[in-house]
Structure formats: structure tokens, C-alpha cells
């Protein structure tokens, strides 16, 4: 995992534990194992730039960001902007090709800490990946849910989203 002050990214493959009991005997089993998705364990070697972009072989990961800004008058903010993809069904849509099928649910969260005014704002999104109102690229690095995103151009990423009052439109070096 990653995380960057200026804009960086962080994934992870949480998934949730069940315990069963077993003649006496507890024994944990992953809750993501148990409805066929991969598991994330320790010795995955990461290769870059292509593992910034979506694993739907795994149940959850997110693309996180945080930093710091200021503008040329001085006004100083604060900024995080996180997608998160959750995978609901690990059937995959070739059993169902409906355009309406969704295996896939995105959040995001944007929060804005304008800091000279003193204030804290923040939005949701919520959405499935029918339709194309969100979703996460495996070929490349873009996420996004409805007009807020995060996505690679060449050496640099693009991140945008809205809070009323507090647009976010970013070029970001990570």
C-alpha cells in the first residue's frame, strides 16, 4: 500500500472474515474466499504503472488520495478524494449480458478543508457500474463515478470532482 501527501494512491484487497465453528475447533475463513473471489496475501510483486488499474478478481480495493494546496493570494486548502469499486457478484456479466447488470458498486468521498475560511465540505457518491455511472478501467488507470475522477495521462494524473463551492480539477505528479 501507498499514500502520498501530494497525491498518491492506496488499494487494498480487505476482506472480511467468517468464523465457523467445527467440533469445537474455530477455524477463520475469508468471506471473499468462501464467494470465489482472489484473496490478497503477503508476496504479490507489484508491477507499475499497470497495477494502479482496477483487480475486479478481488472483492474491494480504493484509489486514495490526500494534499495540501495553496493559491497564489495565499488561501490555503486541504483536499482527499478516495474512489472505492466493492464487487458484489463473482459471476462476471457473461452470464448475464444485460446493459442494467451491475456486479459492481463504486463510492466516492471528497472532502475539502479550506482552511483560511475555516470550513469543511464534503460529498458522496454512490452508483453502480450499469450504464456506465461508474466504474474502474483493467486496461488502464481510470476510475471514476459520474464527473468525478481520477485517471493516468502519461506521467501525470487527473483528478477531478465537485463539492458546491469547492470544485476540484487537478493535474497531480506522484
Given at each position: 500500500?501507498?499514500?502520498?501527501?501530494?497525491?498518491?494512491?492506496?488499494?487494498?484487497?480487505?476482506?472480511?472474515?467468517?468464523?465457523?465453528?467445527?467440533?469445537?475447533?474455530?477455524?477463520?475463513?475469508?468471506?471473499?474466499?468462501?464467494?470465489?473471489?482472489?484473496?490478497?496475501?503477503?508476496?504479490?510483486?507489484?508491477?507499475?504503472?499497470?497495477?494502479?488499474?482496477?483487480?475486479?478478481?478481488?472483492?474491494?480495493?480504493?484509489?486514495?488520495?490526500?494534499?495540501?494546496?495553496?493559491?497564489?493570494?495565499?488561501?490555503?486548502?486541504?483536499?482527499?478524494?478516495?474512489?472505492?469499486?466493492?464487487?458484489v457478484d463473482s459471476?462476471?456479466?457473461?452470464?448475464?449480458?444485460?446493459?442494467?447488470?451491475?456486479?459492481?458498486?463504486?463510492?466516492?468521498?471528497?472532502?475539502?478543508?479550506?482552511?483560511?475560511?475555516?470550513?469543511?465540505?464534503?460529498?458522496?457518491?454512490?452508483?453502480?457500474?450499469?450504464?456506465?455511472?461508474?466504474?474502474?478501467?483493467?486496461?488502464?488507470?481510470?476510475?471514476?463515478?459520474?464527473?468525478?475522477?481520477?485517471?493516468?495521462?502519461?506521467?501525470?494524473?487527473?483528478?477531478?470532482?465537485?463539492i458546491p463551492g469547492?470544485?476540484?480539477?487537478?493535474?497531480?505528479?506522484?
Amino acid at each position: 500500500m501507498k499514500r502520498s501527501t501530494r497525491g498518491g494512491w492506496r488499494r487494498a484487497g480487505w476482506l472480511g472474515g467468517l468464523v465457523l465453528g467445527l467440533g469445537g475447533l474455530l477455524v477463520t475463513v475469508s468471506q471473499g474466499a468462501l464467494l470465489g473471489f482472489q484473496q490478497a496475501v503477503p508476496g504479490y510483486t507489484l508491477h507499475f504503472p499497470a497495477d494502479h488499474a482496477a483487480h475486479p478478481a478481488y472483492r474491494t480495493e480504493w484509489w486514495y488520495y490526500t494534499g495540501h494546496l495553496q493559491t497564489t493570494t495565499g488561501k490555503r486548502y486541504g483536499y482527499q478524494l478516495t474512489f472505492f469499486r466493492h464487487r458484489v457478484d463473482s459471476s462476471g456479466p457473461t452470464l448475464n449480458p444485460s446493459k442494467w447488470f451491475a456486479d459492481n458498486i463504486y463510492m466516492a468521498h471528497l472532502a475539502i478543508t479550506d482552511e483560511t475560511a475555516r470550513r469543511f465540505v464534503y460529498g458522496e457518491k454512490r452508483n453502480r457500474a450499469a450504464l456506465g455511472l461508474a466504474g474502474a478501467s483493467e486496461q488502464r488507470y481510470h476510475v471514476w463515478n459520474e464527473d468525478w475522477r481520477a485517471e493516468r495521462l502519461g506521467a501525470v494524473q487527473h483528478l477531478a470532482g465537485d463539492i458546491p463551492g469547492y470544485p476540484l480539477n487537478l493535474i497531480v505528479t506522484p
